[in-house]
Nanobody, 121 residues
């Protein structure tokens, strides 16, 4: 019932910046938690940053001080501003949202297809 489309990935040199965006569409009442995860080759998918509907945020230790997550509930969009990028940030980044539906009433999580971020040394 919810589709997520990510954009903003690409190739950047170390120290550069990228801004990822994710827009949700489909049938839902509202979005609660919204976040970004990433998965590098040979590694498990890990949380990068999350933002709640109330504006609270949480970051992975590796992202603190460099990444900023923000949301626009009116546009059903979550973004991740990534500064001072490092080669170890290279991964596929996935958008994840928790959506609330009212017909029927329920809450569920949804994943985007992912967008590649590559940071060259």
């Amino acid at each position: 019932q919810v589709q997520l489309v990510e954009s903003g990935g690409g190739l950047v040199q170390a120290g550069g910046s990228l801004r990822l965006s994710c827009t949700a569409s489909g049938s839902f009442f509202r979005l609660n938690d919204m976040g970004w995860y990433r998965q590098a080759p040979g590694k498990q998918r890990e949380l990068v940053a999350v933002i709640t509907s109330g504006g609270g945020t949480n970051y992975a230790d590796s992202a603190k001080g460099r990444f900023t997550i923000s949301g626009d509930n009116a546009k059903n969009t979550v973004s991740l501003q990534m500064n001072s990028l490092k080669p170890e940030d290279t991964a596929v980044y996935y958008c994840y949202v928790v959506a609330v539906s009212t017909a029927p009433k329920r809450q569920a999580g949804y994943w985007g297809q992912g967008t590649q971020v590559t940071v060259s040394s």
